[in-house]
């Protein structure tokens, strides 16, 4: 095996750890937050098209194969879910700041990094990758009327602008590695490259760094709002990944968990990297706050995945 290869997966293996050390290491070397909070767009841009270019196209098709499961899939992460979200957080007479901040995050695709994570934590990464490719799809053409249209969020730009955004966002990113990777495999006859999971890793790494820009000094403004948003987010994130785990539990565990976590882990991000000048101060606040559970979040699931799948037998989507 190749030196490089080697240290690829050396890195891979403590992937966990580096990504629960890279949100503290934002908060405490201030000097790099600014530093690289220009190029978060870019970073999103990447690790987009760095997970486009991973996908495993038949992989694709087996799993469109089963269009009932993939619309429920879909009604789940785009509508029941910010739905949900949403009457929750009137019924509990939260901040209508608060509840607008966790529909929006309930009503984006999937985190981009999200197949990734399975991978370091057990799951089925796989799936995960199908999922978010046909959820990241889909969801341009929703997403806009309920940030816009339903939840009058003040963009600065009409719904089918924000559709028009997204979609050359999100389409760059897939026409590009489509035409990548039919080119590689039309000359090599496959597509495998280790150091793509390397590179989605330090991407990782470099969106959270940057994206702390600011918290700090926010915080010691008004750390009442700060800690409100963090517990908001932690709350979040463990109930769509409960409720999604939950309500796909039919599948089996591995897929259930894989589906939570999908469920829970949102890329809210993917308004920064399509309308980088339109979004309020709060939901730049709550995208940067929103990464601590969730690049800390590995660290603990993986030993509580870990236990679960033991006791049952793993059984991926693929087997049905």
């Known amino acids: ?32 937050p600014p530093i690289l ?104 053409f929703i997403m806009p009327f309920i940030v816009i249209t339903g939840l009058g969020v003040d963009l600065q730009i009409g719904p089918m602008e924000m559709l028009l955004h997204l979609v050359l966002f999100v389409g760059s990113a897939f026409g590009l590695a489509l035409t990548i990777q039919f080119t590689e495999v039309c000359l090599k006859g496959n597509w495998v490259d280790p150091t793509l999971d390397l590179s989605l890793l330090m991407l990782l790494l470099l969106f959270a760094i940057g994206i702390v820009d600011g918290v700090t000094a926010t915080f010691f403004k008004n750390p009442i709002f700060v800690i409100k948003l963090l517990v908001t987010a932690i709350i979040l994130i463990i109930a769509l990944h409960t409720f999604g785990t939950l309500i796909f539990i039919f599948l089996g565990r591995l897929p259930a968990l894989t589906l939570g976590l999908s469920s829970g882990m949102r890329n809210m991000a993917i308004l920064l990297g399509a309308l980088p000048s339109s979004l309020n101060p709060d939901i730049l606040l709550f995208l940067a706050i929103v990464q601590f559970p969730i690049y800390m979040a590995p660290v603990f699931l993986k030993p509580i995945f870990q236990w679960i799948l033991k006791r049952t037998e793993n059984k991926s989507i693929q087997n049905f």
């Open 1 to 32: 095996m190749p030196i490089w290869l080697k240290v690829c997966k050396f890195i891979l293996n403590y992937a966990t750890a580096l990504l629960f050390i890279g949100i503290l290491v934002g908060l405490f070397i201030p000097v790099l």
């Open 37 to 140: 909070s220009p190029f978060l767009s870019i970073f999103i841009w990447l690790m987009l098209f760095i997970t486009m270019l991973q996908c495993n196209w038949r992989r694709i098709v087996v799993i469109l194969n089963r269009p009932f499961l993939i619309a429920l899939i879909a009604i789940w992460l785009l509508l029941i879910s910010p739905g949900i979200i949403f009457l929750a957080g009137y019924g509990l007479e939260l901040d209508k700041k608060i509840i607008v901040l966790a529909v929006i995050w309930a009503a984006a695709p999937p985190l981009m990094g999200s197949p990734a994570l399975c991978r370091f934590v057990g799951l089925d990464n796989s799936l995960s990758l199908g999922i978010l490719m046909v959820i990241t799809i889909i969801a341009p």
